[in-house]
């Protein structure tokens, strides 16, 4: 027993027989019969499709048009460009459910695999590696928040940054160091707050090993930790940046201390890792009572039923209780710092409920930009599989004869005593008779364990590695299989999800992808709204390739946000939210969104009730609901001959507009580059729209005189024209928009999206912003003689074009008045 390990035989049998067991555990979702539902549908299988059909079309998957109005795919974190999911995209232009799932499930086998090899390296044996991959794998939050696909991937990038660092500083190897910044840039390319968590973990393998170790350990690894820092910082420089520039310009740059701690484990929850299903979250007969739907046991936390599931199997439970507290084991030199990193992560969890994670949250950078602090049991479950499988190899290792009987007495009395703890937590929330059964079930499990730790010890014959592997493998699978098994968090028919399918035959989305389709070259490329249709709607956008105003994801552009009123998700009706510049579906910015369908589960009025008779026309009634038209909806890019200034913060404060016809003038914030006179203007400009496509835009136009350009998409930084082949410069127009300014005659526009030469310009105007003359006046546009007073539906006076109002009076420049139109043309249509 004592050489097995050490002769390196065994890891073969005990890798196979958790590759066997992985395929047991994930055919459920391995054969289709059941796909990772949630977020792993209407967000990331949404995400995956959209980049498959942007590589397979020749476009650049690095800007999206499809989803609120525009949006950096390159800088969100959680679009999977650069993940292994670029993989699956080039390899089909559409990956089933079926491939997504498997994908998602391969990183579990992956980081098992990690840590079998972490256990190799160090001779432990086999068998105690073969556990702590088994409960990596289905233990805690990896089986229970399989839907969280980005967590996922950071969770297994983790195991395997974690074994490549321990064998970097154990052989001081500059190609282990490589691998290592490497594998922990994949873990924090699509930044979350388990990347983070895990990042401190690697750094505090390297300072226990420096303490460990003195100054010999100190100078012997520097050299490899210098080869791992330059691969790391290599893989995620530039992606670090663009996430960054994007996450200040989005609605959540950080979380607040309050906000945060609402994502907190509740501590009743820790019963789950003796009882996984105490409160009912697996059982679908039982409604589920636990801490987040118990309002007298925790008020204002936000996780779901899945989130608080801590449960990783009664023998690893049982053997980090005994041996491992009840003769020291976990303070074993060798897991001494994954012990306390160990009790970190739980008290992490459980935020507000210890100081720990205020004082994280002050002190620890990066915590303040994520929520839930309950994303730490991600961790709580990695590192308790280390532990357990170290406790596991020290008891297949430890002397003949060695007795555990005093141990084993020891963790009954701590089992039995939880066990009343929760029966009497259960009485008093009226649940008892929910209780008892889950209750008997996980100690019979731990009877089972007991007599599993017995017969490790008292099989010591030459097939006793071979006797352990199959003995653990099987109480564990099972186990883990019953306890951790698909349920309705992790596990629901694909049918549920067929909207996300390109190929799907749903009604409504062929009634919307036949209204928005135009001829080439039409100037209109219209918007849909999907109104509530339910949690699976809002990315369809980005599955079908039409343009949707609203869309499903924590980070989005604050400015669109806060113009159009979005959430992180319209799952229902109930959820769209009017903003002052928004105020309705009849309203001045919905038609310059070029929001023309509008899809609702429910009659539109129960929605929007300012809506009258003819403001929207109905079109279609399918199963899934009703069919809008706004028949105002403006194209998607237009010729406007004049200008008028604005104070497009204030627009979006007071919800008014300067009295303007978008087919006349556009508004700016600041003068155009070539000088013109500020003004509406009836000049008629024919456009055409010749490309679209995700980065890049061409649009021809002919005009009798100069003037803009208008592309009603979001405007962004990192976005370029030119007209002729000659680089201009675009405006922010009409609040959110884009205008480029054209010369007379017939010209051609070309809007191109450049991540990398934005990106970096960002940064260097935010490192040297561009210096202020104080001295010099500021331009002022030409005072009017009148003010200029919207005269619509019983509206509150518009806003005066040029400086607000309060800027106005306090340089006592008096009211500004609007210039008569400049007569270019004289017919224009209509707006």
Request: aromatic share 10%.
């Amino acid at each position: 027993m004592d050489a097995f390990p050490r002769k390196g035989a065994g890891y073969v049998l005990a890798a196979t027989a958790f590759v066997c067991v992985w395929a047991v555990l994930c055919w459920p979702w391995l054969s289709g019969a059941v796909t990772i539902p949630f977020d792993a549908k209407a967000h990331f299988q949404a995400q995956i499709q959209f980049l498959a059909q942007a590589l397979h079309s020749g476009q650049s998957p690095f800007w999206t048009h499809n989803v609120f109005g525009g949006s950096p795919q390159v800088a969100d974190p959680q679009s999977l460009i650069f993940s292994p999911a670029i993989i699956l995209a080039l390899l089909s232009p559409s990956p089933s459910f079926r491939a997504v799932d498997a994908y998602v499930l391969a990183h579990l086998l992956a980081g098992g695999l990690a840590l079998m090899m972490f256990f190799r390296d160090r001779n432990w044996h086999p068998v105690g590696g073969l556990m702590a991959a088994l409960v990596f794998a289905f233990g805690a939050s990896a089986a229970w928040r399989v839907q969280h696909v980005g967590q996922i991937a950071s969770l297994a990038f983790f195991a395997i940054a974690f074994w490549l660092t321990a064998r970097m500083l154990q052989r001081s190897s500059l190609l282990a160091g490589a691998f290592a910044g490497f594998s922990a840039g994949l873990m924090v390319l699509e930044p979350d707050q388990v990347a983070l968590l895990g990042c401190y973990i690697l750094v505090g393998m390297v300072v226990a090993h420096w303490v460990s170790g003195g100054w010999v350990a100190v100078w012997r690894s520097l050299p490899a930790i210098a080869a791992a820092s330059v691969a790391g910082i290599a893989t995620i420089a530039l992606p670090l940046l663009w996430t960054w520039l994007f996450a200040e310009a989005t609605t959540r740059p950080a979380i607040d201390l309050a906000e945060a701690g609402r994502g907190s484990l509740h501590p009743a929850s820790l019963l789950t890792a003796f009882f996984g299903d105490l409160f009912g979250a697996l059982d679908p007969k039982v409604d589920f009572w636990g801490p987040y739907n118990n309002p007298d046991w925790a008020k204002e936390l936000f996780l779901s039923q899945n989130m608080g599931q801590v449960y990783f199997g009664a023998l690893p439970l049982l053997l980090l209780i005994a041996p491992g507290l009840t003769r020291g084991w976990l303070w074993d030199r060798a897991v001494r710092p994954l012990t306390l990193l160990f009790a970190f992560m739980v008290l992490f969890a459980l935020g507000r409920y210890t100081p720990v994670f205020g004082l994280a949250y002050d002190y620890l950078p990066g915590v303040k930009v994520f929520r839930r602090p309950a994303d730490a049991t991600f961790l709580v479950g990695g590192l308790g599989a280390l532990l357990s499988g170290y406790v596991l190899h020290r008891i297949l290792t430890a002397e003949p004869g060695t007795s555990f009987r005093r141990d084993l007495l020891a963790a009954a009395a701590i089992l039995l005593a939880v066990a009343g703890l929760a029966l009497a937590l259960s009485q008093e929330a009226g649940h008892l008779r929910d209780a008892w059964k889950p209750v008997a079930l996980a100690l019979g499990w731990f009877a089972a364990a007991a007599v599993v730790f017995v017969l490790l010890r008292r099989w010591r014959g030459g097939m006793a590695p071979v006797a352990a592997a199959v003995l653990v493998t099987g109480v564990l699978a099972a186990d883990l299989g019953v306890n951790n098994g698909p349920n309705e968090s992790t596990a629901l028919p694909p049918q549920l999800y067929d909207v996300l399918r390109p190929e799907t035959h749903n009604e409504t989305i062929a009634v919307l992808k036949r209204l928005t389709a135009q001829p080439a070259g039409s100037p209109r490329r219209d918007r849909v709204e999907l109104l509530g249709m339910g949690f699976e709607w809002p990315n369809a956008a980005l599955v079908h390739g039409f343009d949707h105003t609203l869309g499903y994801n924590p980070l989005r552009l604050a400015d669109f946000s806060e113009a159009v009123g979005t959430r992180d998700g319209i799952a229902s009706p109930s959820e769209r939210k009017f903003t002052p510049l928004f105020p309705s579906y009849r309203c001045r910015l919905a038609n310059m969104l070029g929001l023309r369908y509008i899809a609702s589960p429910v009659p539109i009025e129960q929605v929007d009730r300012s809506l009258q008779d003819g403001d929207l026309k109905l079109v279609a009634r399918t199963k899934d609901g009703y069919v809008y038209e706004n028949p105002r909806a403006l194209p998607r890019v237009l010729f406007a001959g004049g200008w008028q200034l604005a104070d497009f913060e204030g627009m979006k404060q007071g919800g008014q507009w300067p009295e303007f016809d978008p087919r006349q003038a556009v508004l700016l914030e600041v003068e155009p580059p070539e000088a013109a006179p500020e003004g509406p203007s009836l000049v008629k400009g024919e456009v055409r729209l010749t490309r679209y496509e995700n980065t890049e835009i061409e649009v021809e136009v002919t005009a009798a005189a100069g003037g803009f350009v208008v592309l009603n998409d979001i405007w962004h930084p990192w976005w370029r024209a030119q007209v002729d082949g000659v680089e201009t410069e675009i405006l922010r127009a009409n609040v959110l928009f884009r205008a480029v300014q054209v010369p007379a005659g017939t010209h051609k526009v070309r809007f191109s999206f450049h991540a990398v030469e934005g990106a970096i310009a960002e940064m260097r105007e935010r490192v040297s912003p561009p210096a202020v003359e104080d001295d010099l006046p500021l331009p002022l546009p030409p005072l009017r003689d009148e003010p200029v007073i919207a005269q619509t539906d019983g509206l509150l006076p518009s806003m005066l074009a040029g400086p607000s109002p309060a800027v106005r009076d306090s340089l006592r420049l008096g009211p500004a008045t609007a210039a008569p139109p400049r007569e270019v043309v004289s017919s224009v249509q209509g707006y």
